[in-house]
């Protein structure tokens, strides 16, 4: 079956520095990747997405490339702000499974000033 | 605005005592999900739904009914809830269950069964 793996959180940062965020996965057939993010409180939104293999999504200073050889879609961002601290879920989309969403465990993030 | 609404938003209640959760979609979307975030676990699809009077086990549906009776609306029904449940619900809706869709999430629904 499918399924996406992320590093364990959680990761503290100082504001500028650079994050990577990795999520490896697992699909029978040709996933669409997402990142989604949860700021406190609130539900997850959409930070960027990637449909095929080369694919880069990116949003708000962060991106991602879907990597089909090494299986991966690690997040990046150069320059992580307070603004940033939040959970980070990676998830994948694949046709043999109807199309479900499959989320990783989520990474909580935490930027001090 | 679009958006998908939940609620109640907070919810203590005691168990064997049936309850819903609410949860409504402003964007004509065919398919609604309902999940459980819990600590380590990440999410847990519970149930979904293709579109009106479908819908189909997720992952964990055991001790959740829903139904689907108008597009707009997905309730989730606990008719018996157990300490077990206790947790981070949430509902999302899709244009359609296709590779490349975006999901869209309610705010959530913080449950305690004591």
């Known amino acids: 079956g499918n399924s996406v793996t992320q590093m364990e959180g959680p990761v503290t940062l100082s504001e500028e520095a650079f994050l990577t965020i990795n999520c490896t996965y697992t699909a029978t057939g040709y996933p669409s990747l997402f990142w989604y993010v949860q700021y406190p409180g609130e539900g997850l939104q959409l930070l960027l997405k990637?449909?095929?293999?080369?694919d880069k999504g990116s949003n708000k200073g962060f991106e991602a490339t879907y990597r089909k050889e090494t299986t991966s879609f690690h997040l990046e961002k150069g320059s992580v702000q307070v603004s940033d601290s939040a959970v980070y879920f990676c998830?994948?989309?694949?046709?043999?499974?109807?199309?479900?969403?499959?989320f990783g465990k989520g990474t909580s993030l935490l930027v001090t000033p | 605005e679009a958006q998908v609404t939940q609620n109640p938003r907070y919810l203590i209640t005691v168990t064997g005592k049936k309850l819903t959760v609410t949860c409504s979609q402003n964007m004509n979307h065919e398919y609604m999900s309902w999940y459980r975030q819990d600590p380590g676990l990440g999410l847990r699809q519970i149930y979904y739904?293709?579109?009106?009077?479908?819908?189909d086990k997720g992952d964990v549906p055991e001790g959740y009914k829903v139904s689907r009776k108008e597009k707009r609306n997905f309730p989730l029904i606990l008719e018996s809830p157990s300490p077990n449940q206790t947790s981070l619900y949430f509902c999302?809706?899709?244009?359609?269950?296709?590779?490349?869709?975006?999901?869209?999430f309610g705010q959530g629904t913080r449950l305690t069964v004591v």
């Open positions: 739904s293709m579109n009106v009077e479908v819908t």
């Open positions: 998830a994948l989309r694949d046709s043999n499974s109807g199309y479900a969403l499959n």
């Open positions: 999302a809706s899709s244009p359609r269950q296709m590779g490349n869709t975006e999901a869209f």
């Open positions: 990637a449909t095929k293999a080369d």
